[in-house]
């Protein structure tokens, strides 16, 4: 009989995490995932088969703790404008407070082609599809109380509205002008 697990899976996927999140699928080796995990190499094998397949948990669990608290920012009581631009707001402040500037995680996972299999693009498929879909009951739920305009579909809308969204999370990669990042914000609210 083996010995008994000394470590949360959980934990290791969260330090796995953080790693592939600073540094991307292909720029993450084995050795950085031990070093932030404490794991061996045979214990981390063991426990997830592979490099790839600890990244597929990581983007589980971002979708599991950071996406789904958008989500229910998303859902919450108020009006529509306002929780979409808090939606925005709230990704300008945490992007810009991150001295890495990580960015969204599964925005960088459907952008690094070295580590996008079928699985990591299905997973990231299902938490773009999350936010559209949340975005869409939202602009319903605006144009039926005439807070916003009834004159386009509200699929077409959500959808325009997540590309600034996502176009806002890579902007804020790579600038240090709040007032930019606000703009596109503005933007946004003022199209729907």
Same mark, same amino acid.
């Given at each position: 009989?083996?010995?008994?697990?000394?470590?949360?899976? /959980?934990?290791?996927? &969260? *330090?796995?995490? @953080?790693?592939?999140? %600073?540094? !991307?699928?292909?720029?993450?080796?084995?050795? =950085? $995932?031990?070093?932030?995990?404490?794991?061996?190499?045979?214990?981390?094998?063991?426990?997830?088969?592979?490099?790839?397949?600890?990244?597929?948990?990581?983007?589980?669990?971002?979708? /599991?703790?950071?996406? &789904? *608290?958008?989500? @229910?920012?998303?859902? %919450?009581? !108020?009006?529509?404008?306002?929780?979409?631009? =808090? $939606?925005?707001?709230?990704?300008?402040?945490?992007?810009?407070?991150?001295?890495?500037?990580?960015?969204?995680?599964?925005?960088?996972?459907?952008?690094?082609?070295?580590?996008?299999? /079928?699985?990591?693009?299905?997973?990231?498929?299902?938490?773009?599809?999350?936010?559209?879909?949340?975005?869409?009951?939202?602009?319903?739920?605006?144009?039926?109380?005439?807070?916003?305009?009834?004159?386009?579909?509200?699929?077409?809308?959500?959808?325009?509205?997540?590309?600034?969204?996502?176009?806002?999370?890579?902007?804020?990669?790579?600038?240090?002008?709040?007032?930019?990042?606000?703009?596109?914000?503005?933007?946004?609210?003022?199209?729907?």
């Amino acid at each position: 009989m083996g010995r008994p697990r000394e470590f949360s899976d /959980e934990a290791v996927v &969260d *330090a796995a995490m @953080a790693v592939f999140w %600073e540094k !991307g699928y292909e720029a993450t080796s084995t050795q =950085d $995932l031990c070093a932030r995990t404490g794991l061996g190499r045979g214990s981390l094998y063991n426990a997830f088969g592979s490099k790839h397949r600890l990244y597929e948990e990581a983007i589980r669990r971002y979708a /599991e703790t950071k996406a &789904d *608290a958008q989500l @229910a920012m998303l859902a %919450e009581a !108020g009006s529509v404008r306002e929780r979409l631009r =808090d $939606l925005m707001l709230g990704v300008i402040d945490a992007d810009m407070a991150d001295p890495g500037r990580r960015g969204c995680l599964a925005l960088n996972a459907a952008t690094e082609s070295s580590g996008r299999t /079928e699985a990591v693009a299905g997973l990231v498929r299902r938490q773009f599809a999350d936010l559209e879909q949340a975005l869409c009951r939202l602009v319903e739920i605006g144009q039926s109380t005439g807070e916003l305009s009834p004159d386009r579909p509200p699929l077409q809308v959500a959808r325009a509205f997540q590309s600034a969204y996502y176009g806002l999370r890579v902007l804020a990669k790579v600038t240090d002008d709040r007032n930019a990042l606000l703009d596109v914000v503005e933007g946004a609210i003022a199209a729907l």
